[in-house]
């Protein structure tokens, strides 16, 4: 948390998008410190994905 404060975001996490809704899949800690931070949005990758790719990374 204190990188991301003094430093900002380096990495951005991961999101899926599936059917209309996102689902973070990498990157919960760093979404954790944001809110902690009380920052509120937060860099992302989002990718688009079936929900059989969903499950997989559920698994």
């Not at 975001?9 to 209309?20: F, M, R, S």
């Not at 979404?31 to 949005?41: D, I, T």
């Not at 992302?44 to 559920?58: F, I």
């Amino acid at each position: 948390m204190d990188s991301i404060r003094e430093i900002g975001l380096v990495e951005p996490i991961d999101v899926l998008q599936v059917e209309g809704q996102y689902y973070g899949f990498n990157g919960c800690h760093r979404f954790e410190a944001h809110k902690r931070l009380g920052k509120h949005s937060i860099k992302c990758r989002v990718r688009r994905a079936t929900r059989q790719v969903l499950k997989m990374h559920l698994m």
